[in-house]
């Protein structure tokens, strides 16, 4: 079974930078592939970054190419979403998700389990 936690959201000014984080409590976590989604206010959940299940691969959403860097520790159980160069259109709660397979990585319905969220807020 899967659980995914997240954490690292808060408030930060533009420019600055945050590091999420989201753990699996289970013991499966090396055999799913992970995405970073998230869902601003008024607007549907947007696919972020994903990351292949020993980190070989990595894509992104073309708004956070070059800002944000997705990465994972499978020894930690842990995935990580780097986010630099922030803005105040980044403002969202952001989530974490896993699923079983590569295709299809950019479409929150095609994973299967997700976290709670972490909210993120970029000032002007």
């Known amino acids: 079974q899967v659980q995914l936690v997240e954490s690292g959201g808060g408030l930060v000014q533009a420019g600055g930078s945050l590091r999420l984080s989201c753990s699996d409590s289970?013991?499966?976590?090396?055999?799913?592939?992970m995405g970073w989604f998230r869902r601003a206010p008024g607007k549907e959940r947007e696919f972020v970054a994903a990351i292949t299940w020993s980190g070989s691969s990595t894509y992104y959403a073309d708004s956070v190419k070059g800002r944000f860097t997705i990465s994972r520790d499978n020894a930690k159980n842990t995935v990580y979403l780097q986010m630099n160069s922030l803005k105040p259109e980044d403002t969202a709660v952001y989530y974490c998700a896993a699923k079983n397979q590569w295709p299809g990585i950019d479409y929150f319905r095609e994973y299967n389990y997700w976290g709670q969220g972490t909210q993120v807020t970029v000032s002007s």
């Open positions: 289970g013991r499966t976590f090396s055999s799913y592939v």
